[in-house]
């Protein structure tokens, strides 16, 4: 039997960790990785801080001037359109003394700080800085915004904090060519919800990347268990369940005007869960797409965006396609943030120990795992 390391030893099991093989020896994570403080920032560090990850929606903009703010890991982000119209991302802090440069989302020509208004233009350019005029050696450039690197894929918006990152492309590997039939950018955003879960993000993950739990924990899916597949692999896990036409459902009715064309027939026939590592998601069907950001804010505290997307046609955009679908997701959603806080408890008790994992049924929490701890490894030093 594997002990828990502790606190003191974690670091140490980190320098020791070598990928393990899902058949024969996984085992699930030391309760550490749920709980510690000293973990949480190592995740800031070399996830958050080293990987893509996804931050919004385009349609969030509406041409120069407009912006967002996003706060992913604790880490205050500006998304923004400069007077070209470009993307551009900043960390949301004043290089004066750490003000907001920006609340919520909105229209600006400028950039300004709501604690001494210094203001910066939309490239992040330091432009106004009232009552410095007798500040000496005082280098404006030094004082711009600091930026991140922001790229798109189709209409989804991600950041890097390392100015070294490859391009969003090579994270993404094969996964864009993968959906492109689905043409996700010309579908449109009709809703969006926040849930708020006292679970560390990688529960919700683990919990989203495996089919195991659904005949359990959302008996309205049991039906579908036996025909689930499921693939990890690269930075990805791939589930694609195939509806019961007969069902009655939601999931198995596409009235004409309601669907996507240009799907293939798996595709018009099945709902498709993806997960993109470390904080991105999708489920998609022929006439909806739930869109996930899942967002850290502590170690056991999660926020979940669902942006809901459709294609842009008016049967899909009514009311009478969008709320019962809303509704069926909407309490399986809840299935699930009732459960996890249980699950959070009990990885944190002195009584948990690391277990393993279902060969057949968890291939997306393992390789969720592996690249998790692959990721903090490289950030401990030998
Ligand atoms: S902190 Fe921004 S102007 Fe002072
Ligand atoms: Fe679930």
Redesign the pocket.
Known sequence: METQPRQADIYDWLRDWQPRSLSQSALTLPSEFYSSAELYRLEQQQIFGKYWYYVGHLSQLHGPGSYFTVDIAEQPLVIVQDKAGTLRGFFNI?T????PVALDSGQCKRLT?L????SFDLEGNLRGLPDMEAAENFDRAEHALTPVKVETWGPFIFVNLDPESDPLAVQMGELPEMMQRYQLQTWHRAHSVDYWTDTNWKLYVENNTESYHEPTVHPILAKYYRQVTAEARYHYYLQYTPVLPDSGEVLSVYPEGTFQPGLNEKEMTGVSTVSFFPNFAWIIAPNCAIIYLIDPQGPSRTRVRWDWLVPDQPAAKSAENLEPLIQFYDDIQKEDLTLLPEIQKRVQSIGYRPGRLSPRREMGTHLFQELIVRALAAGVSP
Do not use: E, F, K, L
């Open positions: 004043c004066h003394r750490a003000g700080c604690y001494h208004a210094w």
